[in-house]
């Protein structure tokens, strides 16, 4: 019996800080860069030529001159717009880096595979994890504006080492010529459970394509055993229908179920009126829809009850069905309370979507939503049929 790669245990003793938006947590990330000592691990999805990423660059390339050992590990997609003058002050300079699944016309549709984690660790003391790249839409450093919200956390204590761990088999693993292939499990992975404790208590769970979902399995547990609050954010609505069977059963029992969803500021329309097709029997059921208005929100958290989840994963099909992704799992009251208060203030800049108002939505707007989900459903049918 066998699964791909380790299920992480519950880890105590950490200290756990929610930084809201890339004026908040790029200048800590920069900042934890320029004071390491010894080593410096990143692991990207999205980097691009720009502003944001010229003080990441020359925050490595600083760091590698003064003898800090410095691995960069980004995706062959996500990386695409950094621009070669980018890469080679990055080599110039010593850092060591990798890409994961270059595009190639060879791989055909095992382009698809994408490493779509966002982690950041130094020198095995200080942790940043969520689902920002080092974009401009993230932060604008000559502005100090963000386009588009977000979260990442920072950690300190004995979780490190569990994060270090993951990076350094992603690390090692991207140099195989199939590095999509995984050992198929034979089993499902065995979930730690929740801890009684509260303080300090944080597990990584993660994801590998088709071959390792312990974040998913982590989350339906919670979801199947929530007793008061479901609250869910994601900028790509597009759920396993497990998920969504789940958020139903439980506003159908009395739980307080709400979704941060984006409204018309996204990046991917089609995506947003694909999911939309799923409002209908949420709203029936009581499930509360809210449409953030304050711009892009690309959060990637989920909390049910006292437990929360937020990292890279979107918990959407196509996240799932393709990328590796890595989240933080934690029951610390301390975070937990900052968790509820980023929710509590993104409800009141978002405009709630009622059921009444949902039924007389015009024509024009429900051809969308069948014509994409139409499409969502025939690509995934297609693509499972082929790969």
Known sequence: MRIAGPVFPWSSDNTFRLLVDGSEFFPR????????????????????DGRCAERLISALVAA????????????GFGSMKLGPLMRERLLGAGVELRTYNALAWRL?????HRDHRKLLLVDGALGFVGGAGFTDDFWDPDTQQANWHEVMVCMEGPILADWQRLFDAQ????????????PLPQRLPRIPPRPTSSVGMGRVAYAAARQHRDIL?????????????????????LPTGKIRRALIHAARRGVDVQLLL????????????AGQRFYHRL????????????????MKVVLVDDWVTLGSCNFDRWNLRWNLEANLEATDTALVGQV???????FQKSREVSLEEWQRRPLLKRVRQHVWGWLDRVVLYFLDRRV
């Open 283 to 298: 709203l029936r059921a009581g499930v509360r829809i809210h449409e953030y208005q304050a711009g892009f929100s690309h």
């Open 262 to 273: 984006t409204g018309r500021d996204t990046d991917h329309p089609p995506v947003r009126y």
């Open 340 to 346: 509820v208060d980023c929710f509590i203030a993104d």
């Open 64 to 75: 590698a001159d003064h003898g800090v050992r410095v691995r960069c590990l980004f995706d």
């Open 108 to 112: 055909r549709l095992r382009n698809l």
């Open 29 to 48: 990330m920069l900042e934890a860069i320029d004071q390491a000592r010894r080593q410096i691990d990143l692991e990207l999805y999205l980097v691009e």
């Open 217 to 237: 399995h982590s989350l339906m547990r919670q979801i199947r055993r929530a007793e008061q609050r479901i609250y869910l954010a994601t900028p790509y609505f």
């Open 171 to 182: 690390w090692e693993h991207c140099l195989e010529r199939h590095i999509w292939e995984f």
